[in-house]
């Protein structure tokens, strides 16, 4: 099992973040752009390192990365992935393994020895609930396009070409895209395996930490077993669009997610207040079940210095949910949930971020402070 969450959870100190990017161990080019340097571990990566300690500025595009998803990594494979097409030229033709002592190397380095132990202890608590947790629907913890999603979707992304994705995308606002993305039998079962959760919580009186801090009620999927298959949700079916809608924020090179669900109806959450999430792109698809009002709004994207400024009649946009239909927008544009108004509805969220990213921007600690938060504006 990969940790992507509790990596990006890792509270860092921004001193130590600004050595990624000028710091000692840091250099900075002449576009005053920063690279990391890379300090070994072990004597294997020593001599590998000592001709090559640097990685590439800017990512080989032309490299094929392999797939990392089949090993037990303290990082999200997305990001082993990312990171590859930066390696230096000889380090493309070593093995698998040394490039994964390499990578881990680099990523370790920029995380001080406090964020190293939260981390570990963030994976025992990971590892605690997987191995005492029984699923309940156990084809839910591998993809399945074609039970996953509505025909029309699968079609598509395999297509992968802009046409076909607008074939089956509205924009009913500038930046917000929506689409009949997941199958009703896979909602059901879904909604029912977190019921199963809930239920094991409950029984078990175990602790769990809720997907952020203005949602009260809900789970986050990936520390029950499912974040290998919100990885391929995020590679294969989220990244496509994102590529082609998105470019701005990075949107062929998301690597990291957070992925949960979010429950509002009575003694549930009622309703959430306008914010932005913390994330370069958000996923939101209602589950179901039954259930009146729990719109979502938009209001138009604003920078940090501007986050609280007026919304113009042109970014106002109303949303109704609708099992199964899914809502695509940047972390930034500013949105909340009006109330609940009877029954209860369960929605799916997965934060799409660029991890990789805000590391060489000197950034991360942006994530791990605020991925269990949501900026709420006034
Ligand atoms: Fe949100």
Redesign the pocket.
Known sequence: MSLDGSVERRRSEPSSMQQIGNGSNGIVNENGTSMMLYSPSSPQSQSQSQSHQRLRLNPNTDHNPENYEDLQLDYNPSIFTSLERYLPPSMLSVTRQLKVQYMSDILARYLPQGERIRAQKHREYRQKIISNYQPLHKELYTMHPATFFDPSFVEAINKNTEESLRNIISEPSPGVYTFKMLHPDFCEMLLSEVDHFEKWVSETKFRIMRPNTMNKFGAVLDDFGLETMLDKLMDDFVRPISKVFYPEVGGATLDSHHGFVVEYGKDRDNE?GF?V?DSEV?LNVCLGKQFSGGELFFRGIRCDKHVNTESQPEESLDYTHEPGQAVLHRGRHR?GARATRSGHRINLLLWCRRYLERIRKGKAHAISRNSLL?TEIS
């Open positions: 959430l914010h999430d958000t949105h949501r």
